[in-house]
C-alpha cells in the first residue's frame, strides 16, 4: 500500500474503530494497520466484521480482532473495550465511526426514526469517548476521532436526523477536546464530504442525484475512503500534536456550494 506517510507512525499502537466492518471505519482501520496499528473492530454484524478482520490481518500483517457490539448499549461498548484491552493490553486511538443514516423528509420521520439516528451517532459517540476514558485513556491518555459530516453548517433535506446527530457530534469534540486535553488526550473530527466508494453515497445520492452532485463539488468528483484515511492517520499521528478539538472537513469544498447543490437537488 503507497502512502504519503512514513509506514511505522502508529507502530506499537492499538486503534478501536465502530463502524470497522465497511466503509470509511474498514478504510481507517486499514490505514492504521498498514502504519503499524493493531486493531479491534466493532459493529453488528458479527459475519461482517470477522471477514473484515480475516482480510485485514492478511493484508498488513498486523492483528486485527473482531467484536459485535451496539454503540447505543453501553455495556456491549464497555465489553467491546474490554475485549480490546485483554487482547492487546492498550487503546491509543478511537475512532467512532459507526453511524446510521437514510433519506427522510422531516415529515415523514416517525419518533423511533429520529431516535435511532441520534442514538447511533450521538449517544454512540458519547458512550464510546465515555467508556474508553473510564477504561483507558484518562489514565494513559489517547486520541480520538470522532465521524461527522457537514450537514448541518446549513440545513440539508431529507437529513434533519443525522444533522442533527452531527452537530451534537461536533459539540462533543470540542466540550471532550477542552475538557481532556490536559490529560494527553486529543479529540478531534473529521467531516467527509460524499464519498463515492461508500454505502452512504449509494444511499443518500442515487443515479443522477450522484451524478448532479458530483458536478457540482468544487473539486469536480466525490471523495475516496483512503483520502478520509489519510485525514484519521494525521490525526492520530504525533504530526496533529497541537491539534486539539478541530473538525477537519475533507469534502473538495463540497459544503461551499451547500446552497447551490440543495437547489439542484429541489
Ligand atoms: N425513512 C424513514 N424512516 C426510516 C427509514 C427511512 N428510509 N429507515 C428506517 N426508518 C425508521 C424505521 O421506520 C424505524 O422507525 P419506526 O419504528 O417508527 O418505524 C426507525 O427508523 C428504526 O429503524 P430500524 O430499521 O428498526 O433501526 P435499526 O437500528 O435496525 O437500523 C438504521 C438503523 C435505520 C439507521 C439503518 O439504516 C442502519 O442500520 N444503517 C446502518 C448503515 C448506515 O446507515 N450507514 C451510514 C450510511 S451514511
Known amino acids: 500500500m503507497s502512502s504519503v506517510f512514513r509506514n511505522d507512525i502508529?507502530?506499537?499502537?492499538?486503534?478501536?474503530?465502530?463502524?470497522?466492518?465497511?466503509?470509511?471505519?474498514?478504510?481507517?482501520?486499514?490505514?492504521?494497520?498498514?502504519?503499524?496499528?493493531?486493531?479491534?473492530?466493532?459493529?453488528?454484524?458479527?459475519?461482517?466484521?470477522?471477514?473484515?478482520?480475516?482480510?485485514?490481518?492478511?493484508?498488513t500483517g498486523r492483528a486485527c480482532l473482531a467484536h459485535a457490539a451496539d454503540v447505543r448499549e453501553p455495556a456491549s461498548v464497555e465489553a467491546a473495550l474490554d475485549t480490546a484491552l485483554t487482547a492487546?493490553?492498550?487503546?491509543?486511538?478511537?475512532?467512532?465511526?459507526?453511524?446510521?443514516?437514510?433519506l427522510a423528509p422531516a415529515a415523514g420521520l416517525s419518533y423511533?426514526?429520529?431516535?435511532?439516528?441520534?442514538?447511533?451517532?450521538?449517544?454512540?459517540?458519547?458512550?464510546?469517548?465515555?467508556?474508553?476514558?473510564?477504561?483507558?485513556l484518562r489514565d494513559h491518555g489517547g486520541n480520538i476521532i470522532n465521524l461527522s459530516a457537514t450537514l448541518h453548517y446549513g440545513a440539508t433535506p431529507m437529513q434533519t436526523h443525522a444533522a442533527a446527530a452531527k452537530a451534537a457530534v461536533d459539540s462533543l469534540t470540542r466540550s471532550l477536546a477542552l475538557e481532556w486535553g490536559s490529560l494527553g488526550i486529543r479529540v478531534n473530527a473529521i467531516a467527509p464530504g460524499p464519498i463515492g466508494d461508500t454505502e452512504g453515497v449509494k444511499r443518500l445520492a442515487p443515479g443522477e442525484m450522484g451524478a448532479r452532485l458530483?458536478?457540482?463539488?468544487?473539486?469536480?468528483?466525490?471523495?475516496?475512503?483512503d483520502e478520509i484515511a489519510n485525514v484519521a492517520l494525521f490525526l492520530a499521528s504525533d504530526g496533529a500534536s497541537l491539534v486539539n478539538g478541530a473538525v477537519v472537513v475533507a469534502d473538495g469544498g463540497a459544503w461551499l456550494g451547500a446552497a447551490r447543490i440543495g437547489a439542484m437537488l429541489d
Open 10 to 59: 502508529l507502530a506499537g499502537k492499538v486503534a478501536f474503530v465502530t463502524g470497522g466492518g465497511s466503509g470509511i471505519g474498514r478504510g481507517i482501520t486499514l490505514a492504521m494497520m498498514a502504519h503499524g496499528a493493531d486493531a479491534v473492530i466493532v459493529g453488528r454484524n458479527a459475519d461482517r466484521l470477522a471477514a473484515t478482520a480475516r482480510e485485514l490481518g492478511a493484508e
Open 214 to 225: 458530483r458536478r457540482a463539488i468544487p473539486i469536480g468528483r466525490f471523495g475516496t475512503i
Open 88 to 102: 492487546f493490553g492498550r487503546i491509543d486511538v478511537v475512532v467512532n465511526g459507526a453511524a446510521g443514516n437514510f
Open 112 to 136: 423511533n426514526g429520529f431516535r435511532t439516528v441520534m442514538a447511533i451517532d450521538a449517544l454512540g459517540t458519547y458512550n464510546v469517548c465515555k467508556a474508553a476514558f473510564d477504561r483507558r
